[in-house]
């Protein structure tokens, strides 16, 4: 495949430097070697997104024919499927079945639904005073500088991508290091939408070099970030400096409350694919889970039964259910929590190792551990893994204490059939989102964004329009206006 160091004004740029290696996680194999744009790449690209807002041919378009753009970027995505799921998957090593069947869905999809909401976005207008007549517009807010994550580069990336342009902006991507060639590609497609030329470009880089760069130029306005949050403290640090508004969403450490009234295979099966979906690699997995002492032992038997059987392999393989990490050094970063011998408190209950059976690969044995107290090492930072960590509490009240004492507050999972334990629930757990008896379930109408270190903002219709788009007011009279005279 062609590399793509930057994509400026519809022009594929490859050449750079400080050459980023690219590892296959299934096979240890070097698929490639990206050179990292420079600052004057960063500079150029950013100015491409300039000049196309200034000029305003895509602001200014019609929103009718907005919408027919952003609908051919969608069918640009579904028709190439195959390739970018290929891609994706030599990448990361998520599970071929799993980026097809979601990831690149979910791209599409974000395209087709900021394109509905464009449609019926309205504005304000207040008629109260007797004389005037006020209204409030939003207007699309300039360059955007667009940062987004490995775990999900396709799903995420098109997300920050589509939200940005449907208002109008224009927008400069710098994907993860890690996992950049799928989202390089998917931006190189955009361009026979009929996107005009400068509307949406790429960089690729480090997030210390290139990433910093984008974020200081003085022609963006806003930055968006998906990541960890040590990443996201220099990010909100940068732009705050710069005053510039940030949106940053961060990491997470989600309580999977499984109440002793839950429908009992549903709450399994939703705490399997809660933690272990998407390789475990994911910031809303419930990776703390909360069981009620009378079913506990029932639990614990069925939920390591089950994750003794999850299919692990190739990622390419159909049957596969987990495939690799991305990388060998954060294979060892998750193995690095697995209990020690003679360490207090923490019992390994499955997993945490290497997979046997592989020669080459990052694969992880899904894990479970049963942690004696909240306050364990594995129930207080985030692993990003098929590593869970299971605490088992007593009453109602315990559950929520145990919940909310955390640094992170982005989702929280409830499993009970009793109408009045899911709403005392979800008012008293501390979370951005809270999934009632359901694993994860994106509504793009609603805002996704954490509490408290897992991030500040969100992402969603209403909360995207308002971060991607001004306000201006604007007030008329009704009448002519009889005016007190001055210095006559």
Known sequence: MNMITALIDGEIVSTGQAPIP??????????AELPEADDATVDRAVSAARRSFDEGVWRTMPVDKRQAVLRRCADLIDAATDSLADIECGNTGLPLAQIRGRSIPRAADNFRFFADYIGQSTGE????????????????????????????????????????????????????????????????????????????????????????RLIRNPDVDVVTFTGGTPTGRLIMRTAGELLKPATVELGGKSANIVFDDADFEQAVDGALLGIFTNNGQQCLAGSRILVQRGIADRFIEAFVDRARRIRIGDPRDPATEIGP???????????????????????????????????????????????????????????????AALVVFDTDEEAYRIANASRFGLVSYVWSQSLARIMEAQERIAAGIVW?????MRELRAPFGGWKESGVGADGGRACENFYTRQKTVTIPRRPLTLRKIGV
């Open 22 to 31: 690219i590892v296959d996680p299934a096979t240890d194999l070097l698929i």
């Open 436 to 440: 009632c008896n359901t694993p994860m």
């Open 325 to 387: 990490l991305v990388s060998a050094r954060h294979m060892q970063h998750v193995l690095s929590f697995a209990p020690q011998a003679g360490e207090e408190g923490v019992s390994l209950l499955t997993g945490g190792r290497r997979a046997v059976g592989f020669d080459k690969g990052c694969y992880v044995e899904p894990t479970l551990v049963r942690a004696e107290s909240n306050d364990a090492r594995v129930c207080q930072e985030e692993i990003f893994g098929p590593f």
């Open 125 to 212: 207008l207040y008629e109260q005073n007797p004389d005037y007549l006020t209204l409030v517009r939003r207007e699309a807010i300039g360059v955007a500088a667009l940062i987004s994550p490995w775990n999900s580069p396709l799903a995420l990336g098109s997300m920050k991508i589509a939200s940005t342009i449907a208002f109008g902006n224009s927008c400069v991507l710098k994907p993860s290091e890690q996992a950049p060639l799928a989202i390089s590609q998917l931006v190189a497609l955009l361009g026979e939408a009929g996107l005009p030329y400068g509307v949406v470009n790429l960089v690729n880089g480090r997030g210390a070099t290139t990433g910093d």
